[in-house]
């Protein structure tokens, strides 16, 4: 099956309780990350800035935020949800809490800052 061509084609496929859960989480992620940017990453919809900052997408039973590696660190707050290394699963009906959202992308921003910054002192070499 070929990638979708945004995210508005990725979650025309998905049934309404899904699509419902995903846009919602897609407006947290965006107010969250003034100036980022929607594409398309590993056939998911992703926001990103100088990189992508996190990805979001559907499983067969669940919907997922993949947050670049950030679930460890936010474990504490994740107690009711299935996760793993690189994702944190949710049920439509259980999404995720909106400052819970808020706080990964802080994070994944200031994360996004500093490999910018670093790129660009090593380019200056």
């Known amino acids: 099956m070929p990638a979708p061509a945004d995210t508005d084609a990725y979650l025309a496929t998905l049934p309404a ?8 989480l897609r407006r947290q992620i965006l107010v969250a990350a003034p100036g980022a940017v929607e594409c398309i990453s590993y056939g998911m919809p992703a926001v990103r800035l100088q990189g992508v900052l996190v990805w979001f997408a559907a499983g067969k039973a669940h919907c997922a935020l993949y947050p670049g590696g950030q679930v ?3 474990a504490d707050r994740l107690t009711g949800y299935q996760t793993s290394k690189g994702a ?9 809490p909106p ?11 200031e994360q996004d800052q500093a490999a910018a910054a670093a790129r660009a002192a090593k380019k200056k070499r």
């Open 17 to 24: 309780a899904q699509r419902e859960a995903l846009e919602t």
């Open 72 to 74: 460890e660190a936010f």
């Open 88 to 96: 944190i699963r949710f049920q439509p009906e259980k999404p995720l």
């Open 99 to 109: 400052q819970l959202i808020a706080d990964i992308v802080a994070r994944r921003i």
